[in-house]
Each structure stands twice: as C-alpha cells, then as structure tokens.
Nanobody, 120 residues
C-alpha cells in the first residue's frame, strides 16, 4: 500500500533553515509527481512546492508558490524514493503543518504532516 513518512520540521527562528524529508513506498516512485503542501492555522491547505516525475535520477521540473519562490527548494532522489523540501530564510508566515502528497491512480495519499514553527 502507498505510504509516505515525513520527517523533519520543528521550531526555528526567523531567517533560519529547515529540511523536510518524505520517504515513499508502495508505488513506483520515479513515475509519479510529488508535492509538499502546507496548512497554517485557520487557513486552507495550499501547495508549497511540486516536482514532476522523470528527468533522470533526480526528477524533472519544479514549481513553487509565489510566497516561497527563491527560498524553498524541492528535490527528489528516485533511488532512495525520497522527496525533500529545503526551506531557507524562513518567515513567521511559513508556520504551518507541512504534508507530503502523491496522486496515485486518481487518489491523493498524504504523509502524516509535520509542524514547522517560525518564531523568535
């Protein structure tokens, strides 16, 4: 069965960095686009970053929310079946629960989510 296990997250001061990782199993990882979404308190879940399938061992094209463009980097390791979100220059408004997601056979599968808190 499809499983996504998220690690990373935590508390960081404004301007700091964090790295989130998502380990996938139960499907042919390299064939599927992956994404990171986030949900801040009182707000709807939104896409933070996505990465397409293909493109050799490290995936294809990427896309980012305007709010994280230039600060966040999504990458994938198809051999290790992981997708990583590196977050730099973090701001208090980046505080949210972050989720890894894959759409497999028309159904969305989610990792368990990890809290990222940016505060001094």
């Amino acid at each position: 069965q499809v499983q996504l296990v998220v690690s990373g997250g935590g508390l960081v001061q404004p301007g700091g960095s964090l790295r989130l990782s998502c380990a996938a199993s139960g499907f042919t990882f390299c064939n599927y686009a992956m994404s990171w979404l986030r949900q801040a308190p009182g707000k709807e879940r939104e896409l933070a970053a996505g990465i397409s399938s293909g493109g050799g061992s490290g995936g294809g094209s990427t896309n980012y929310a305007d709010s994280v463009q230039g600060r966040f980097t999504i990458s994938r390791d198809n051999a290790e079946k992981t997708v990583t979100l590196r977050m730099n220059s973090l701001k208090p408004e980046d505080t949210a629960v972050y989720y890894c997601k894959v759409r497999y056979w028309g159904k969305d599968y989610w990792g368990q989510g990890t809290q990222v808190t940016v505060s001094s």
